[in-house]
């Protein structure tokens, strides 16, 4: 996995995909890769999920470096199914961004320094 620039504990994803589905029942998110580039560049996504089993790699391999330049937090998910379950999707998806967290708000906020954290 050349994309994945860091290591997260079990608790922390789990935590996140519970936050994941949260925002997409109550918030608003983007699905697909095309989308979550669109609004990282844009600066309004809160949170970005990336899934470890992209094939070929090629096609989520830039979005962490894009989310560190706008500064926006992000994470890995170990498979495109487990992604897009969370978000309650019949099928699964590369990567997915929170554009409004919704009633998981608050939630999002403490994740995001965890996350920040986790790669320092």
Do not use: W
Not at 52 to 78: G, K, W
Request: hydrophobic share 40%.
């Amino acid at each position: 996995m050349m994309y994945k620039k860091f290591d997260i504990p079990e608790e922390v994803v789990k935590e996140s995909l519970s936050i994941l589905e949260t925002s997409a029942k109550s918030g608003r998110i983007r699905k697909g890769t095309n989308e979550v580039t669109k609004v990282i560049e844009r600066k309004t996504a809160q949170l970005v999920y990336i899934a470890e089993d992209v094939n070929p790699p090629e096609i989520v391999m830039h979005l962490p470096l894009l989310c560190e330049e706008q500064n926006i937090a992000y994470t890995f998910v170990a498979t495109k199914d487990d992604l897009g379950k969370a978000a309650g999707l019949k099928v699964g998806s590369a990567s997915i961004a929170i554009v409004d967290g919704g009633e998981a708000k608050q939630a999002l906020k403490g994740l995001n320094k965890k996350l920040a954290e986790l790669k320092k």
